[in-house]
C-alpha cells in the first residue's frame, strides 16, 4: 500500500497560522476531501497553494456515503488529505466516519497537527486549563439545551462549547439559568481574525453583554462547578429542613433552595443526605 490519508488541521482565521507541512501537503495530495468545496478554493488561494489534485466535497451529510470511495483511493495508492473548514477535522466537523472506516480496513491514518479553536480559547481565557471537557454545539431547541445544560450542572472541569452567533444570546441565559450569575465565562469571537474579541465575566455580566448584533465564529469556556464551604451547606440544610417543615416535600425543597441560591440540585442534596447521616 503506498496511499496514504492525512486529517490537517487549518487555520481558524488567520492565514498565517498555516503550516508549511500543511501547504506541501495540499499541494502534492491526489484527493482534497473538504467540508466545503468552495471554501477550500478559497483557502488554497489565500495560502499560495498551487494543487495538482482534485478536491472533494466532504460534509456531513455525504461523509458515511464517500468515506469507503476515500479509502479504496487510499488503497489504491492515493495520498489524500482531509480538512475541515477551520481547525481538526472531526472536532465538530466531519472526520470521524472517515477515520473509523480506514481503522476498519486496517489503512493507517496521519494526522497534521495545527490550529484549534477549542484550545486557543483555554490558552486564552485565564480559567482553569489542568482539566476540561469539550461539549461542542448545544442542542438548538431550548428545552433539549437546558436538559444538556442541567447534566453539567456539577461538572467541575472547565466546559468549552463551540455556537452560533445568532444562538449566543439564547445560549448564554440558558447558562444562566442553570448555574447561577456568578459562574465566570469567556466568550472568544473571531479568534485570530481582525476583529478578535475576548469577553470575560460572570455570566449575569455577559447575559447583558449578548443583547445586541453578534457576528463571527464563538467559542464559550466556562468555570466548572466550586466545591462549596461547609458553612454554606450547613445553610442549605436549614433552609430545606424549614421548607419541609411547612409541608414541602423534601425533593421540592432541595430544587427550590437551589433555584435561590443559584447552585446545583445535587449539591443541595449531597448536603442534605450527609447531614442525615451525622444524626
Known amino acids: 500500500m503506498s496511499g496514504r490519508l492525512f486529517l490537517a488541521a487549518t487555520p481558524i482565521g488567520n492565514v498565517g497560522d498555516a503550516s508549511i507541512r500543511l501547504r506541501e501537503l495540499l499541494g502534492q495530495a491526489d484527493i482534497i476531501a473538504a467540508e466545503d468545496s468552495r471554501r477550500a478554493h478559497r483557502l488554497l488561494s489565500d495560502m499560495g497553494v498551487t494543487y495538482v489534485g482534485q478536491i472533494w466535497s466532504f460534509y456531513d451529510a455525504v461523509e458515511q456515503v464517500k468515506s469507503p470511495e476515500i479509502i479504496d483511493r487510499v488503497e489504491a495508492g492515493a495520498t489524500v488529505v482531509m480538512i475541515s473548514d477551520a481547525g481538526m477535522p472531526s472536532v465538530s466537523d466531519p472526520g470521524y466516519r472517515l477515520v473509523r472506516e480506514a481503522i476498519e480496513r486496517g489503512v493507517n491514518v496521519s494526522v497534521v497537527p495545527g490550529p484549534s479553536a477549542v484550545l486557543a480559547a483555554l490558552a486564552i481565557s485565564g480559567l482553569p486549563v489542568d482539566r476540561f471537557t469539550f461539549e461542542g454545539f ?48 469567556v466568550v472568544c469571537r473571531e479568534l485570530t481574525k481582525t476583529y478578535e474579541e475576548i469577553i470575560r465575566g460572570d455570566l449575569a455580566h455577559l447575559a447583558s453583554w449578548v443583547d445586541r448584533e453578534i457576528l463571527g465564529e464563538i467559542t464559550i469556556v466556562l468555570h466548572g462547578a466550586s466545591e462549596q464551604a461547609p458553612s454554606l451547606a450547613s445553610d442549605w440544610v436549614e433552609q430545606v429542613a424549614t421548607r419541609v417543615a411547612l409541608g414541602v416535600s423534601q425533593r421540592d425543597a432541595i430544587a427550590e433552595v437551589a433555584k435561590e441560591m443559584h447552585v446545583p440540585k445535587r449539591d443541595v442534596y449531597d448536603a442534605v443526605l450527609a447531614s442525615l447521616r451525622l444524626q
Open 138 to 185: 448545544l442542542p438548538r431547541k431550548s428545552g433539549e439545551r437546558l436538559a444538556a445544560l442541567t447534566e453539567l450542572e456539577i461538572e467541575k472541569r472547565t466546559m468549552v462549547f463551540f455556537e452560533a452567533p445568532h444562538r449566543l444570546s439564547e445560549t448564554i441565559k440558558a447558562m444562566l439559568e442553570v448555574f447561577g450569575p456568578q459562574r465566570q465565562v
